[in-house]
C-alpha cells in the first residue's frame, strides 16, 4: 500500500495527491499535522527516504528560525524537534514498501509510482 504524508493547505502535496488519484492505485493518506509521526516512524522514514534528518527540515520555517537555527543538535534532538512540531517536516512524502520519496517534483512522483 502507498502512503502518502499530506498537508491539506500544500500546493504541493494536494499536486502529488492529485497525481496519485490518476494513478489508480490504493493509498492511505497520512494527516501528519492532526497524527505525527513518533521518533520511530521518522527515523524508518529517513531510512526509506535516505536522508538525514537535518535534509527532512523546512529550515525556512518559523518555528525552526526561532528556535533552532544556528544550533549544534544530534541527530536524534532533530527528530525530536520534528516529532515535536510536525510543521518542520518536508511535504509530501511518499511511501511504497522500503522506499520513499520527497513528492515536490510531479515527475519524480509519476516514475515513483
Not at 499536486?15 to 516512524?41: F, Q, R
Not at 524537534?81 to 509519476?110: S, Y
Request: proline share 6%.
Amino acid at each position: 500500500m502507498i502512503q502518502i504524508y499530506h498537508n491539506q493547505r500544500c500546493g504541493k502535496s494536494r499536486n502529488c495527491l492529485l497525481l496519485l488519484d490518476e494513478s489508480n492505485k490504493e493509498y492511505e493518506i497520512i494527516n501528519y499535522l492532526i497524527t505525527p509521526p513518533t521518533a520511530a516512524e521518522l527515523a524508518l522514514l529517513l531510512q526509506k527516504l535516505n536522508l538525514t534528518p537535518i535534509e527532512l527540515v523546512r529550515q525556512k520555517e518559523k518555528i525552526w528560525i526561532e528556535n533552532f537555527k544556528g544550533r549544534s543538535l544530534t541527530p536524534d534532538e532533530i527528530i525530536q524537534a520534528m516529532v515535536e512540531n510536525p510543521i518542520l517536516i518536508e511535504r509530501p512524502i511518499v511511501v511504497k514498501g522500503d522506499q520513499a520519496i520527497i513528492g515536490r517534483d510531479p515527475e519524480k512522483v509519476t516514475s515513483f509510482l
